[in-house]
């Protein structure tokens, strides 16, 4: 296994960071004229069902930033007066950590911008942020099939989190549904617990009415507590009526009798309650504040412009996302085809010397207990570094 990152970006470029994805976001922030028109125009050519992990975007469909930023900005990017992460590792009980750590999970559900996706990474393109004391480390660790890796660590807080994420887009005639493949682990190390996490579906529809939806079910285990909570997302009807949108509801379930502790209900862009089956009162704990933690949120700033590796990804596509910002099509269209094509060209000098790619930061495995091709990834160092972004939130 050779590891080469070489090429990744030849010339030290600066970075250009954008603000984060929030419930304030909309088209309207992003996209060119008639973008929904030639949404269809671009997919009339695609079967229904075909695999669009190959599939390429045109610049004016894209955000300015590559997803593996989006990914990174679900965990180190949060509003409000609630310190999510510090109350899962000091809660007293493992049930009240348990609560905390749901909370955290439904968290990190972002909002989709219709009609825009982020940039795809390529391979050995990393994101490094920090804020306050938590640094997190993301990779892409595979080209194809696409597989990003985050590692995230907090010494002052014991903290430690290992996710892989593989997104397996399909497109079907009226729709996009991206199945998000791979596991979420959060690791509270003062209290030996790891929770262990999927993540739900994106639906895109194109008719009645353009939209995109988080749906499906999660679970979220905890082994040494006994533990489980098992959540059902859900977006609005086909035809759009109902109160069912961004809603999260389901149950928290103590494995040693089967028997469900709490019940959970709400929206993830708004509130999320918890209720006591037991209590003879119903009374209802808000566990989530969607719209602080999503509202308001802030940009990453570069700290330290010397330490920004070439790899990272705010400096490899930063002539893309300027184009883009300045919605100059042509010169993000030519900045992309420039990058993509360097990025093709290392791959054929690999096969060419029989040289197989490893990841710089991290161990990359298949699983074993999935009958999909499924990668699971392992961090190389036991603590992420501090990073030279930062995502200045007093509260993390």
């Known amino acids: 296994m050779v590891s080469e990152h070489k090429g990744v970006s030849e010339t030290k470029k600066s970075a250009v960071l954008t603000p984060p994805l929030s419930i304030n976001s909309s088209e309207a922030d992003y996209k060119a004229p008639n973008i929904i028109q030639r949404l269809f125009s671009l997919f009339k050519n695609v079967r229904p069902g075909s695999d669009l992990t190959r599939f390429q975007l045109p610049p004016h469909f894209n955000l300015p930033k590559s997803s593996l930023q989006c990914f990174g900005e679900s965990l180190y990017c949060i509003g409000g007066s609630d310190d999510i992460l510090s109350r899962c590792s000091d809660g007293k009980t493992s049930i009240d950590r348990f609560t905390s750590v749901v909370a955290w999970s439904i968290s990190t559900t972002r909002p989709v911008i219709f009609g825009l996706a982020p940039l795809n990474p390529i391979l050995g393109e990393t994101h490094h942020v920090s804020n306050g004391t938590l640094n997190v480390l ?36 009226t729709s996009v549904e991206a199945t998000v493949l791979g596991k979420r682990e959060l690791k509270l190390l003062d209290h030996g617990e790891n929770y262990v996490m999927n993540t739900p579906k994106l639906s895109i529809r194109f008719i009645p009415a353009p939209r995109t939806d988080w749906t499906g079910n999660v679970t979220i285990r905890c082994e040494e507590s006994g533990l489980l909570a098992e959540l059902c997302f859900t977006g609005k009807s086909f035809l759009g009526f109902g109160g069912n949108n961004r809603s999260v509801r389901g149950r928290i379930i103590d494995t040693s009798t089967s028997k469900t502790v709490y019940e959970v209900d709400g929206h993830w862009d708004r509130v999320v309650t918890i209720k006591d089956v037991n209590d003879k009162h119903k009374t209802k704990t ?24 070439t790899s990272e990804s705010a400096v490899v596509w930063s002539e893309v996302s300027q184009s883009i910002i300045n919605k100059d099509w042509a010169k993000a269209r030519e900045a992309k085809q420039e990058i993509e094509e360097k990025a093709r060209e290392l791959a054929k000098e690999r096969k060419s010397r029989g040289e197989n790619w490893a990841p710089k930061h991290f161990n990359l495995s298949k699983s074993n207990y999935s009958k999909e091709e499924v990668y699971e990834c392992s961090p190389k160092q036991k603590w992420v570094p501090p990073a030279p972004i930062v995502c200045n939130n007093p509260f993390l």
């Open 138 to 173: 993301l990779e892409q660790v595979s080209h194809h099939p696409p597989v990003t890796a985050l590692h995230a660590t907090d010494e002052k807080r014991k903290l430690e989190m290992i996710w892989s994420q593989q997104t397996v887009p399909k497109f079907y005639g």
């Open 286 to 309: 808000v566990i989530y504040n969607g719209k602080e933690a999503l509202s308001n949120l802030k940009t990453p700033e570069v700290k330290d412009e010397k330490g920004l590796w």
